[in-house]
């Protein structure tokens, strides 16, 4: 029984470390989907780390720079590697680039996004009056 405690206790430590983490793929969701789930992480654990295989590279820097030229975001760290898959087409190990971005909130975080939803709350308004 306390084998079974513990490899339970290990396995949410090492979940713990990553709830912070986007996977993001160039074809399942749009760019600005990945663009605010970043905030949320962001406002919930002050940290985002981005990471994406072979094309998805291209979105994950897109994202980040969004996040950055917007005051949000910092780059905390840039990582790059290689991995390999297995692909079932060949029957033989593919290697593809990696990239990990770790993004840290900015300074001033905390009063763009409370200034964002309070423009989307008064364009709310209007829309409500118009209707």
Known sequence: MEAITEGVNNINV????????IQVSNTKK?????????????QQH?????????????TVVTVAEILKNNGLAVEKKIMTSTVDIKDDSRGRPVQKAKIEILLGKT?????????????????????EHAA
């Open 30 to 42: 749009p760019l600005f989907f990945y663009v605010n789930l970043a905030k949320r992480y962001m």
């Open 107 to 127: 300074a001033n975080f905390d009063e763009l996004m409370a200034a964002a939803a309070a423009e989307d709350g008064e364009n709310g308004d209007v829309e």
């Open 46 to 58: 002050n940290e985002v780390e981005l990471s994406a295989l072979g094309m998805a590279i291209a």
């Open 14 to 21: 090492s979940d713990s470390y990553k709830k912070n983490r």
